[in-house]
């Protein structure tokens, strides 16, 4: 039985992360190093990535009824 890979899922760059959220690349910047709300970052060297699903899920949790 085989295994089925999938690709990779792309890693944004925090400008793209922030146009996908609607804020600033400075905003995300701020929130990653004080750690606030808790957004997840994919370190990649000296590089800050995002994954769009963890941004997705992100946003779920956060949307109120």
């Given amino acids: 039985m085989a295994l089925v890979s999938t690709p990779a899922e ?11 959220l609607g804020i600033r690349a400075q905003t995300l910047a701020t929130w ?3 750690g606030r709300y808790g ?3 994919v370190k990649v060297g ?6 769009k699903s963890d941004l997705e899920e992100w946003l779920k949790k956060r949307t109120s009824r």
Avoid at 46 to 51: D, K, Q
């Fill in 32 to 34: 990653a190093m004080t």
């Fill in 39 to 41: 957004l997840p970052v």
């Fill in 10 to 20: 792309r890693l944004l760059t925090r400008e793209e992360a922030a146009q996908v």
């Fill in 46 to 51: 000296r590089a800050v990535r995002y994954r």
